[in-house]
C-alpha cells in the first residue's frame, strides 16, 4: 500500500510557475513509476506527465511538453512536477499517481494509487 499527497497548487497569473511536490509513504518508493495527471472542470482527467522507476526516462503530454518538467528524489520519496509558462488552459485539479505495472505511461489503467489533488488555477 502506498499512500500519496501533494502539495504546491494554488491561483498564478498566466506566464507564472508552480511546484507541485507528491510525497510517498508506505512501499518503496523506487518500486513505482510516477505521474501527473490533471482534471479540468467538466471533463475527463488527463495524461501530464510520467517519470520510470530510478527517473532515466520521462514522458509529457504534447499540450506540456517545453514547459513542465517533472523529476523525483527517490531517497526523500517524493515526485515533482514544475510547472513553467502557465496558461489558462492549465486550470485543473492535478493529481499524483504510482504504478507497479508495465505498459503505457500515459495509461490511467497502469497506476494503482492516486492523491487526493491539488488544485492549480492560472488567471488571465
Known amino acids: 500500500q502506498v499512500q500519496l499527497v501533494e502539495s504546491g497548487g494554488g491561483l498564478v497569473q498566466a506566464g507564472g510557475s508552480l511546484r507541485l511536490s507528491c510525497a510517498a509513504s508506505g512501499r518503496p518508493f523506487s518500486s513505482y513509476r510516477m505521474g501527473w495527471f490533471r482534471q479540468a472542470p467538466g471533463k475527463e482527467r488527463e495524461f501530464v506527465a510520467a517519470?520510470?522507476?530510478?527517473?532515466?526516462?520521462?514522458y509529457y503530454a504534447d499540450s506540456v511538453k517545453g514547459r513542465f518538467t517533472i523529476s523525483r528524489d527517490n531517497a526523500k520519496n517524493t515526485v515533482y512536477l514544475q510547472m513553467n509558462s502557465l496558461k489558462p488552459e492549465d486550470t485543473a485539479v492535478y493529481y499524483c499517481a504510482g504504478g507497479l505495472s508495465t505498459g503505457s505511461y500515459s495509461d490511467q489503467r497502469r497506476y494503482d494509487y492516486w492523491g487526493q489533488g491539488t488544485q492549480v488555477t492560472v488567471s488571465s
Open positions: 517519470i520510470s522507476r530510478a527517473g532515466g526516462s520521462t
